[in-house]
């Protein structure tokens, strides 16, 4: 079976830096694309970064310049490297995993539960 573990989350100080990483265990071809994804308590859930095994990116404005997000097939493992990091970047973050189990077939989600990232003094 395919499965999703998070990491990396944590209490970091103003302008630290944190990495996320969602790491799929399990028999598969490869990870084809990853999203990610935070939400605060009272406020809709914001999109943050992509990026496709072939290389594509996409960042929000609010990121742009402090967040990367990379994919790591040798190790089925992906990745949010957060830098200069500020109060209002504390929330809980999600990252979506577009895994190919088999090559030549559709890709499936997997949604990871929450990384609580919370940047204070």
């Known amino acids: 079976q395919v499965q999703l573990t998070e990491s990396g989350g944590g209490l970091v100080q103003p302008g630290g830096s944190l990495r996320l990483s969602c790491g799929v265990s399990?028999?598969?071809?490869?990870?084809?694309?990853v999203e990610w994804y935070r939400q605060v308590p009272g406020r809709e859930r914001e999109f943050l970064a992509a990026?496709?095994?072939?290389?594509?990116?996409n960042y929000a404005s609010s990121v742009m310049d402090r967040f990367t997000t990379y994919i790591d097939n040798a190790e089925n493992t992906v990745f949010l490297r957060m830098n200069n990091l500020i109060p209002a970047d504390t929330a809980v973050y999600f990252c979506?995993?577009?895994?190919?189990?088999?090559?030549?077939?559709?890709?499936?989600?997997?949604w990871g539960q929450g990384i609580h990232v919370t940047v204070s003094s």
């Open positions: 399990g028999r598969i071809s490869h990870i084809a694309a």
């Open positions: 979506n995993v577009a895994v190919r189990k088999t090559a030549g077939r559709p890709t499936t989600d997997l």
């Open positions: 990026r496709t095994s072939g290389g594509g990116t």
